[in-house]
């Protein structure tokens, strides 16, 4: 784990200790401040659970979603799960083939592109659900990813997003679909509709509590803790999903404290001209609101 920096906590000294703004006012002229160093394009979205403040940077902006679509898919899994059609126990065929949102083509996954492999090797077994839910979340896996998108269809996604308010995420098709990416048909996202999908999580309103539940346990399993939880304490819990493509790089999940307060937190980026530049400018942004909201409960 990293810990707080010199710069950090200078800049925490100004946000509560300056009387010419509000507290709040402070934190977000921070952030701003501090992502203005790194080239590149950010979205922020927080919101404290326990108080109902929230802070809003760029959040009805669009950001391509990348993998942070793979959330709204496990929901939509939960919800389809919950009226009977299928169980979550239910063995799925593993397959390496599908079809382009543009003219139905078939098209394949390469898996030296992909960032879990070992179901590669299981084409033409059968996988539970649940797992596949569970690779696609933890590992990313693009290959559990169409499957299930393919099980639950991506018009289902948006549409459920559109009933908890999410105006914008739209989820059109799964991982690789070539054809559709050169067209511009890609998974669309902005850090506010996230901010709505986290909240409904940790308020148990996506499908029911014990679903919400249940997709809590799984993102808490994540692999990729580059933003998000790189700055923060062991003894804070991180239920979150990441998403990067060339340029870009987002995490989005619900903050849980020692004392049980918890707060929703969205992070997203795009043209970066340094990746790894942009990912410890997000991780630093985590850092500054956790800090912000540990010192306004004392």
């Given at each position: 784990?990293?810990?707080?920096?010199?710069s950090i906590a200078f800049l925490l000294l100004m946000l509560f200790f300056t009387s010419c703004r509000s507290?709040?006012?402070?934190?977000?002229?921070?952030?701003?401040?501090?992502?203005?160093?790194?080239?590149?394009?950010?979205?922020?979205?927080?919101?404290?659970?326990?108080?109902?403040?929230?802070?809003?940077?760029?959040?009805?902006?669009?950001?391509?979603?990348?993998?942070?679509?793979?959330?709204?898919?496990?929901?939509?899994?939960?919800?389809?799960?919950?009226?009977?059609?299928?169980?979550?126990?239910?063995?799925?065929?593993?397959?390496?083939?599908?079809?382009?949102?543009?003219?139905?083509?078939?098209?394949?996954?390469?898996?030296?592109?992909?960032?879990?492999?070992?179901?590669?090797?299981?084409?033409?077994?059968?996988?539970?659900?649940?797992?596949?839910?569970?690779?696609?979340?933890?590992?990313?896996?693009?290959?559990?990813?169409?499957?299930?998108?393919?099980?639950?269809?991506?018009?289902?996604?948006?549409?459920?997003?559109?009933?908890?308010?999410?105006?914008?995420?739209?989820?059109?098709?799964?991982?690789?679909?070539?054809?559709?990416?050169?067209?511009?048909?890609?998974?669309?996202?902005?850090?506010?509709?996230?901010?709505?999908?986290?909240?409904?999580?940790?308020?148990?309103?996506?499908?029911?509590?014990?679903?919400?539940?249940?997709?809590?346990?799984?993102?808490?399993?994540?692999?990729?803790n580059t933003i998000i939880p790189a700055e923060l304490p062991s003894d804070v819990k991180v239920a979150h999903k990441t998403g990067t493509i060339s340029g870009a790089h987002h995490d989005s999940g619900i903050v849980?404290?020692?004392?049980?307060?918890?707060?929703?937190?969205?992070?997203?980026?795009?043209?970066?001209?340094?990746?790894?530049?942009?990912?410890?400018?997000?991780?630093?942004?985590?850092?500054?609101?956790?800090?912000?909201?540990?010192?306004?409960?004392?």
């Amino acid at each position: 784990m990293v810990y707080y920096s010199y710069s950090i906590a200078f800049l925490l000294l100004m946000l509560f200790f300056t009387s010419c703004r509000s507290g709040e006012d402070q934190l977000k002229g921070i952030i701003e401040k501090e992502l203005s160093q790194t080239a590149g394009t950010f979205a922020v979205a927080f919101k404290d659970l326990n108080t109902g403040y929230q802070l809003l940077i760029r959040a009805d902006e669009v950001f391509h979603a990348a993998s942070t679509m793979k959330t709204p898919v496990m929901i939509e899994v939960f919800k389809q799960a919950s009226t009977g059609r299928f169980s979550l126990t239910d063995s799925i065929l593993i397959k390496n083939e599908f079809r382009s949102i543009v003219d139905q083509s078939t098209f394949s996954l390469d898996s030296a592109d992909d960032s879990e492999q070992t179901l590669y090797s299981l084409v033409g077994q059968k996988k539970p659900l649940n797992s596949l839910v569970y690779d696609m979340i933890i590992a990313s896996s693009n290959l559990a990813t169409n499957l299930v998108i393919e099980l639950v269809d991506a018009k289902n996604v948006t549409e459920t997003m559109r009933q908890f308010g999410a105006k914008d995420i739209e989820v059109l098709r799964g991982v690789e679909d070539m054809k559709a990416f050169r067209k511009g048909l890609n998974n669309t996202i902005t850090a506010a509709d996230l901010l709505i999908v986290f909240e409904k999580m940790a308020n148990g309103e996506t499908v029911n509590r014990e679903a919400s539940d249940a997709m809590i346990d799984i993102l808490l399993d994540q692999r990729f803790n580059t933003i998000i939880p790189a700055e923060l304490p062991s003894d804070v819990k991180v239920a979150h999903k990441t998403g990067t493509i060339s340029g870009a790089h987002h995490d989005s999940g619900i903050v849980f404290l020692p004392d049980g307060r918890k707060y929703v937190l969205v992070l997203l980026s795009k043209d970066l001209e340094d990746t790894e530049a942009g990912t410890q400018a997000l991780a630093r942004v985590s850092g500054i609101i956790y800090n912000y909201v540990v010192k306004t409960a004392n």
